[in-house]
């Protein structure tokens, strides 16, 4: 007894002393994929209360925003604590909180609540992260996709047609240019937090989109030319409807096309991921792959899908249906959402979002010589691919496969990265093995090819070649004479992809980052994020 006292006092002061342990813990277990305290689907995910023994001792940016520590790289091979925020959400999850819905959510299951576009709603629980307990002005309680509303304060924007805050600067200029009409204008939260940029059309001198980036005075005062100062955005939206001001041309009014597309959810509703066969209609056939038939589907005769049916033994099945629960809940505006599966017969089948285009891969090369000198563009689709992989290395996720692919094309060129992980549950050797005909060993870096040692950063390899093949309008890596086992060569002897002919030297230099010798070289995505939206900002604002 004594001994293990002793043990305890000297455990208790080893942790005490340690800098680098994490200041925090989960007070509940992990089970079904989740903690039961908090809903945070990453087992090695930071704790959601504050350890009273290191909280002393620690920074206070300890678990957001804070280096990568020594141990944390090593230990047990756990990954590393989320860097960046997670969604905004209220102080404590039992305070009240009014939202406004963004866009009209239609109830899936019983226990989820109607949402509609500009009402109010009272938020009574915001434990999990995607769906949230709402009720409504008729005092009607139930469960709400948390993307779908936006704190009422935050901005007071979201009532405006011309606002719309995930927009990107792409889908922006597609957008206005449909519409084509002079003046035509819409706002869009800026990638650096905080500051909001204006897109406005003319067609003289010729058809451009220009980018403002709206300013902020020290005092909170509003501007894009400083002679002319407002206290709120709309204020200044309105003095720039009859007065240029510095601007290309005065602003009219929002686009007509759709600016506010609703996201996906997290799951088809809250809870549910387990989906019934009966529930879908399978429709049309988009293509094959490594798993068998992926078709077009309705969910309930009406929700779009696409649905995967896996031919049997193709993956180790128990594992991927106790993982799955885990990826329904990943959910980024550039990740192909995953509904669910329905698992409870054969052919086992995903349900995920339909992708109108189809693959990335397949869209660059039919529209090679269409898009392969639009650098904007393709920037674009680096920039999308790079915001879902900084995601998933914020959440713990590797992905193992990530080529132009396993990416799928929507609407407005929307990018959506596919198949995440599913690589983990392959059967098949040819494919997991580096030494198999179907391993990817042209998207793999060195250490994969060596010892198999996958990680955000074998992710970060993939990702260079990948914006290489945007670059190129679909080309083959190291050239399609060029046998698995000599790539393997080339890149031991550091040999590197050469710079495509359209590709920017600034842009070629990220990719060379990518293709660093050692994973710690590599830029991490959430850098490397940054920066390509930073060039992208540099390029094209006036
Ligand atoms: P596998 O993972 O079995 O190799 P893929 O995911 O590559 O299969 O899918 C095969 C093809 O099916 C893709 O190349 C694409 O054309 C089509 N496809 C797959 N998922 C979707 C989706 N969500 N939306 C639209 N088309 C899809």
């Not at 609703?262 to 490594?290: F, M, R, V, Y």
Request: glycine share 8%; charged share 25%; aromatic share 10%.
């Amino acid at each position: 007894m004594v001994t293990m006292c002793r043990g305890m006092h000297h455990l208790s002061m080893v942790c005490r002393n340690n800098e680098v342990l994490s200041p925090t813990y989960h007070p509940g277990v992990f089970s079904s994929g989740k903690w039961s305290c908090c809903d945070k689907i990453a087992r090695y995910d930071a704790g959601c209360e504050t350890s009273t023994i290191l909280s002393s001792k620690a920074s206070p940016d300890m678990t957001n925003g804070r280096k990568e520590s020594a141990m944390e790289k090593s230990l047990l091979g756990i990954p590393p604590i989320p860097r960046t925020k997670p969604p905004e959400q209220p102080s404590s999850s039992t305070s009240k909180k009014s939202v406004i819905a963004l866009y009209n959510f239609k109830p899936i299951e019983g226990g989820d609540l109607a949402l509609e576009k500009g009402e109010e709603y009272e938020i009574l629980d915001y434990s999990r992260d995607h769906w949230w307990q709402a009720k409504n002005k008729y005092g009607h309680v139930g469960f709400i996709p948390s993307n779908y509303v936006e704190g009422k304060t935050a901005s007071g924007l979201e009532q405006y047609e011309w606002y719309e805050r995930d927009m990107t600067r792409q889908r922006a200029e597609e957008l206005l240019r449909a519409d084509g009409k002079e003046g035509c204008f819409a706002v869009r939260n800026s990638s650096t937090p905080g500051l909001y940029t204006l897109s406005v059309f003319s067609r003289s001198p010729n058809l451009l989109v220009r980018h403002y980036h709206i300013k902020k005075q020290p005092n909170g005062q509003y501007y894009l030319s400083e002679k002319h100062l407002f206290s709120t955005i709309p204020e200044l939206i309105q003095y720039h409807k009859h007065n240029c001001g510095g601007l290309v041309t005065r602003l009219r009014n929002p686009p007509s096309g759709n600016l506010r597309v609703a996201p996906t959810t997290a799951g088809l509703s809250h809870d549910k991921w387990e989906i019934d066969p009966s529930e879908l209609t399978l429709l049309d056939e988009l293509g094959s792959g490594q798993f068998g038939v992926v078709r077009r589907g309705l969910f309930r005769g009406s929700i779009e899908v696409a649905i995967k049916m896996m031919k049997e033994n193709t993956m180790s099945e128990d594992d991927f249906i106790e993982e799955a629960k885990v990826m329904t809940q990943l959910q980024h505006p550039n990740l192909v959402q995953l509904y669910g599966v329905s698992s409870k017969q054969r052919p086992i089948m995903i349900v995920t979002e339909f992708m109108k285009h189809g693959a990335l891969l397949t869209y660059l090369r039919k529209n090679e010589s269409r898009i392969v000198s639009q650098v904007a563009l393709l920037l674009d689709m680096c920039v999308q691919v790079c915001s879902a992989m900084a995601y998933l290395e914020m959440n713990s996720f590797i992905h193992r496969d990530l080529a132009a692919r396993n990416c799928l094309v929507g609407n407005d060129n929307a990018i959506k990265v596919a198949d995440f992980g599913l690589a983990r549950y392959v059967l098949d050797d040819e494919y997991t093995s580096s030494g198999g005909t179907k391993f990817p060993i042209k998207w793999a870096p060195p250490e994969v090819l060596g010892y198999a040692r996958f990680s955000s950063k074998s992710d970060v390899w993939a990702f260079g070649i990948l914006m290489w093949e945007v670059f190129t309008g679909g080309k083959m890596p190291y050239g399609r004479n060029t046998t698995n086992t000599q790539t393997v060569e080339l890149v031991q002897r550091g040999f590197r992809l050469e710079k495509p002919g359209f590709c920017p030297p600034e842009v070629y230099k990220f990719m060379r980052n990518c293709w660093e010798q050692t994973p710690e070289q590599r830029p991490s995505f959430a850098k490397l994020k940054t920066l390509l939206e930073r060039l992208q900002e540099d390029r094209d604002y006036h």
